[in-house]
Nanobody
Framework: QVQLVESGGGLVQAGGSLRLACAASGRTFSTYVMGWFRQAPGKEREFVGFVSMSGARADYADSVKGRFTISRDNAKNTVYLQMNGLKPEDTAVYYC???????????????WGQGTQVTVSS
């Protein structure tokens, strides 16, 4: 069982930056691929990116590539989402998730955090 808690959301102006963190419980954090997803009102949850178990590899949605960076600190059981150049269309609730395989699919992830709101004003 893995429990995930996101933090770092808030209100930011377009062009600004935020860093989200996701803290995980348990001793097996390094055995999970960690993903970030987001869900805007009235829309389906969508893939943002994931980072491999070791942190050596990351993959991103085209909509955030070059602006967002995912990293992890396995010693601290924490994964981060650095968001730069934020746009109003990035406004959503952001979720971290833990899974056993590297995937862009929501269904591939077994554990989810409660989400943190990110609002980007124009």
């Amino acid at each position: 069982q893995v429990q995930l808690v996101e933090s770092g959301g808030g209100l930011v102006q377009a062009g600004g930056s935020l860093r989200l963190a996701c803290a995980a419980s348990g001793r097996t954090f390094s055995t999970y691929v960690m993903g970030w997803f987001r869900q805007a009102p009235g829309k389906e949850r969508e893939f943002v990116g994931f980072v491999s178990m070791s942190g050596a590899r990351a993959d991103y949605a085209d909509s955030v590539k070059g602006r967002f960076t995912i990293s992890r600190d396995n010693a601290k059981n924490t994964v981060y989402l650095q968001m730069n150049g934020l746009k109003p269309e990035d406004t959503a609730v952001y979720y971290c998730a833990a899974g056993r395989v590297s995937s862009r699919s929501v269904r591939a992830y077994d554990y989810w955090g409660q989400g943190t709101q990110v609002t980007v004003s124009s």
